[in-house]
């Protein structure tokens, strides 16, 4: 019969490979070949596949020794300080060197107290975070809550701008209108005072307090907002009691990453700082700075002396202040992450 005769065949309209008759179970099955070749059932496929391991395994390799990479420099960057630094403390003492009221390494004997650098170095950054913290916070809540989007696309740019800089223009700018402008506005004999390099250091803090405040306050919810607004609050009410609130551990960030920023600053402060190593008493007097005194200092103190190793030790101090502040600005961080992931 015809339908015997058929029994059998191919399905010509199953494009499944399926069959009639005797194999029901195969009629809509679907052979699905992978990209990747079994291992051992291919000519070649466990090549391949050890390949493609051993390959994996290389650029793993690769890339963990770039992260330790880091961690070798800073190793490395403690050691020599520490080589460096720690015989002319091991000599004077850790407490004469850090509350010692004179710094003359060239007299004879010489005196190594390192106390007005170090209240130099704080003059200077806390007067520079006084102008550059209101300055950067007001700007990051301009524009990434009340700016319309033209003059947002405007004023980051302008942002990132500052941040590209080099120190020494900075420097330039601070001796020719900043220096200027202090010494005729208080009458001063000279216009290198700390007040000068803090107006200049707040300037070059800028770009870090307002990118990382920007984010922080972007990063808030939406729904904060909203709820606020719901409850009838106008958008100041809502911008100064739920927006900053919520990004403040952010916002802190900002600030103690500006203070790095301006504690670490060398070629602007060397400029326009004055660079008197004296106990400062107000921000009209001239100062100096660690950095500045490292970077005046160096080539002209002899490999081994106990200058060379006080400058070392100035670099110990230095290294240890930033990295309290980034310690820190780490921990602020974590907080923020994790507060805003409970949300």
């Known amino acids: 019969m015809a339908g015997q005769e058929q029994e059998g065949a191919a399905c010509p309209a199953c494009c499944f490979g399926g069959v009639i ?12 070949s992978s990209p990747f070749p079994a291992r051992g059932t291919a000519p070649g496929g466990r090549t391949r596949w ?39 403390l091991q000599k004077l003492g850790i407490a004469p060197f850090i509350l010692g009221r004179d710094w003359y390494p ?13 209240l130099g170095s704080l003059w200077v950054t806390l007067g520079a975070i006084i102008v550059a913290v209101p300055l950067g916070i007001g700007a990051a809540i301009y524009t990434s809550q009340i700016a319309g989007e033209r003059t947002r696309e405007m004023i980051k740019p302008i942002v990132e701008l500052l941040a590209g800089i080099p120190s020494v223009v900075y420097g330039f700018f601070g001796m020719a209108v900043v220096s200027p402008l202090v010494q005729r506005i208080f009458d001063l004999p000279t216009g290198l005072t700390a007040l000068t390099g803090a107006i200049t250091l707040a300037i070059m803090s800028l770009p870090t307090v307002v990118s990382i405040s920007e984010d922080a306050i972007t990063a808030v919810p939406n729904s904060y907002k909203e709820a606020s607004y719901a409850l009838g609050a106008t958008k100041w009410e809502t911008i ?67 200058h060379y190793h006080a400058l070392f030790a100035i670099g110990i101090l230095l290294f240890l202040m930033t990295l309290i502040f980034n310690i820190l600005a780490d921990f602020l961080t974590r907080r923020y992450k994790e507060r805003m992931g409970k949300v």
Do not use: W
Request: proline letters at 6%; hydrophobic letters at 50%.
């Open 21 to 32: 008759g005797g194999r029901g179970k195969d009629m809509f099955s679907i052979k699905v």
């Open 50 to 88: 050890v390949s493609r391991q051993v390959g994996d395994r290389v650029i793993h390799v690769l890339l963990l020794s770039f992260a330790f990479t880091c961690i070798v420099f800073l190793v490395g960057i403690v050691i020599v300080l520490l080589m460096e630094g720690l015989p002319v």
């Open 106 to 118: 060239t007299y004879e004997p010489p005196s190594f107290g390192a106390l007005p650098l170090v």
């Open 240 to 306: 100064s009691r739920v927006v900053v609130p919520a990004a403040s551990s952010g916002i802190f960030t900002a600030v103690i990453l500006g203070i790095s920023r301006a504690i670490g600053e060398t070629m602007t402060v060397l400029m326009v700082a004055g660079n008197s190593a004296i106990i400062p008493r107000s921000f009209l007097q001239p100062v100096r700075t660690m950095t500045a005194t490292i970077a005046a200092e160096m080539g002209e103190a002899p490999v081994g002396s106990d």
